[in-house]
């Protein structure tokens, strides 16, 4: 076993399973790229989200993309039967100035895998640089791929839904903009090797309060380098309008979050921090619901 504040891991993922007790952890290792993470995407065991089984292959390489040099952000949710991984594959080494990005979704009868492409290929529209693609089911029953419109394609980053087909195989319709990183204040310009302003959207997580309103959390670059802050939906539907929050939800250098309830009901929040490569490490904070979104407990 290994202890959690040992496993380097960025876009962390846990999956409880009430039933077996289990704990499933996914993510991204390091930056992804094929030295860094040679299996394609794994998965841990836990059942007490402290210690960690050792990796098994869920997605092996030789499964993804042809050619695709970054594995990020692997999501795992159950739909109708079976499980269903929500991943980004990026194609041309360079981070700044990538060929391609985009989420693909693989299935399986089983959250350990293995998976199979599902998808009619990638799921986000062809030619954007999209990442961290996630799932939402709305009130109706629809199913949703939420995703980021990268900064380096738009400068000022974009959060996107797009309605998919009941079978999760194919766009449903367009892609409909949900909001801009500017639109938050907590996010800063950022000053990078492909010139000056530049703001960046990841992660974007869908959660339904229990008085029924509809959150988005999400991370960008603040004050404090990276954060983490939650947009509300004024219609209570992922059409939105959206508002974001006046201040960060997590400002000390973490993102990429996710909601996760402990076995014990504790609700977490689940995100790497720091933000700086080879440190990157998960980390769970009790949150809870007030009137106006969420906070730290």
Known sequence: MTALSEIQIRDPFILPDPA??????????GF????????????RHSRDLKHWSDPRIVLPRTAGPAEADFY????????????????????????LKPRARYTSIY?????????VLH?????????????????HVDAAGRPWLVFCREWVQTRNGEIH????????RRPAGEARLLFRASEAPWSHAQNTELGEGYRVTDGPWLHRTACGALLLLWSTFGPGGYVTGVARSTGGEIGGP?????????????????????????????????NRPKQERARLLVIKETADGLALA
Request: aromatic share 12%; hydrophobic share 35%; charged share 15%.
């Open 20 to 29: 077996s007790g289990l704990y499933r952890l996914y993510g991204t290792t």
């Open 32 to 43: 992804g790229g094929p030295d860094e993470s040679p299996q394609g995407f794994v998965v």
């Open 72 to 95: 990020w952000a692997p999501e795992v949710h159950y739909y109708r039967g079976r499980w269903y991984l929500f991943a980004t594959f990026g194609h041309g080494m360079s981070l």
């Open 107 to 115: 299935s399986a009868e089983s959250p350990d895998g293995p998976f």
């Open 119 to 135: 998808s009619q290929g990638p799921a986000t529209p062809l030619g954007w640089i999209c990442i961290d693609g996630t799932l």
């Open 161 to 168: 839904a797009l309605p998919l087909s009941d079978d999760l």
């Open 242 to 274: 959206w508002v974001q929050s006046p201040a960060p939800l997590y400002a000390r250098d973490g993102g990429h979050p996710m909601i996760c309830r402990a076995h014990d009901g504790r609700m977490l929040l689940v995100l790497h921090s720091p």
